[in-house]
T-cell receptor, first 112, second 117 residues
Framework: TQLLEQSPQFLSIQEGENLTVYCNSSSVFSSLQWYRQEPGEGPVLLVTVVTGGEVKKLKRLTFQFGDARKDSSLHITAAQPGDTGLYLCAGGKYQAGTALIFGKGTTLSVSS | GAVVSQHPSWVICKSGTSVKIECRSLDFQATTMFWYRQFPKQSLMLMATSNEGSKATYEQGVEKDKFLINHASLTLSTLTVTSAHPEDSSFYIC?????????????FGDGTRLSIL
């Protein structure tokens, strides 16, 4: 059972466009992480959100955690070719030592 | 920031060979590490949770005798793919959670590309 639904799965856009990636669940998470992964490398942490309604900004990236802590979004403004990669959302549960639950990922391709 | 080192980064070997992959937390102690498998353009699939000093917890469908996990110290977990076959070829990634509570993020190694001929 996929507890985290991530959409869209693939996204191909032109440089300068804006985009939003969504991560939804029927489960409540204690935290939500967003990672970016390039081919042949491990995922790199972008942000962690823990409070319902929390908004965090990382340059052109804006992350939001839903009020009920069941969903999150990643918005990229004025996308650049360097933003190309696989974006993964991952939810953490309250239980100690439990692994993150990953969404299926969004493959983003930004062309110049 | 927290660093997780994974070695080797690339392995090519013959069918029937056993392959060991190491995962180290370089600047923090990790009582729990995680092993994932990833197919091209897909998300990470959790294989097992590695617990320091005790047996690993395997996800449903993962053969524990095939994928041996040892977490002998607070900074090292190893995954051994025993008698590897072509269908075991994949990208294997480990991660470790930074101490300090359940909301601490996991940091990932750079992965190991395993190719079985």
């Amino acid at each position: 059972t996929q507890l985290l639904e991530q959409s869209p799965q693939f996204l191909s856009i032109q440089e300068g466009e804006n985009l939003t990636v969504y991560c939804n669940s029927s489960s409540v998470f204690s935290s939500l992480q967003w990672y970016r992964q390039e081919p042949g490398e491990g995922p790199v942490l972008l942000v962690t959100v823990v409070t319902g309604g929390e908004v965090k900004k990382l340059k052109r990236l804006t992350f939001q955690f839903g009020d009920a802590r069941k969903d999150s979004s990643l918005h990229i403004t004025a996308a650049q070719p360097g933003d190309t990669g696989l974006y993964l959302c991952a939810g953490g549960k309250y239980q100690a030592g439990t692994a993150l639950i990953f969404g299926k990922g969004t493959t983003l391709s930004v062309s110049s | 920031g927290a660093v997780v080192s994974q070695h080797p980064s690339w392995v090519i070997c013959k069918s029937g060979t056993s392959v060991k992959i190491e995962c180290r937390s370089l600047d923090f102690q990790a009582t729990t590490m995680f092993w994932y498998r990833q197919f091209p353009k897909q998300s990470l699939m959790l294989m097992a949770t590695s617990n320091e000093g005790s047996k690993a917890t395997y996800e449903q469908g993962v053969e524990k005798d095939k994928f041996l996990i040892n977490h002998a110290s607070l900074t090292l977990s190893t995954l051994t793919v025993t008698s590897a076959h072509p269908e075991d070829s994949s990208f294997y990634i480990c991660s470790a959670r930074v101490p300090g509570g359940n909301n601490q993020p996991q940091h990932f190694g750079d992965g190991t590309r395993l190719s079985i001929l």
